[in-house]
């Protein structure tokens, strides 16, 4: 029990430090905050995945389950705006 407090402490201040800092980023920056966030999703996504090969309590399959569901969300997401972006910068063909 004491482990998950701690997780919880650790996900409330990097919550509250991350928040912090991307409201500082100016809006130039944001492409490459994305693709950024996108490789901590990733992680994430991978750490979820180990937890499930560890014996674990039914809370803690929940919540790697929620850990799972968002980072997949966030990636593909991530993935879908950024093809989105770059498609502005492809050169279209003659017109006919």
């Known amino acids: 029990m ?3 407090i701690l997780m919880a ?3 409330l201040v ?3 430090v991350g928040y912090v800092l ?3 980023v100016p809006s130039l920056l944001h492409t490459p905050l994305m693709s950024m966030t ?3 999703s990733a992680v994430t996504l991978l ?3 180990l937890l499930f090969s560890l014996p674990t309590t039914r809370l803690e399959k929940w919540l790697g389950s929620l850990a799972i569901i968002s980072a997949t969300f966030n990636v593909v997401g991530g993935f879908a705006i950024t093809d989105r972006m770059l498609g502005l910068f492809r050169q ?3 017109s006919e």
Do not use: M
Request: with cysteine; net charge positive; aromatic share 10%.
């Open 47 to 49: 750490g979820a995945l």
């Open 2 to 4: 004491s482990n998950l």
């Open 9 to 11: 402490g650790v996900f």
């Open 92 to 94: 279209k063909g003659p």
């Open 22 to 24: 991307i409201c500082r």
């Open 38 to 40: 996108n490789a901590i």
């Open 14 to 16: 990097s919550f509250v």
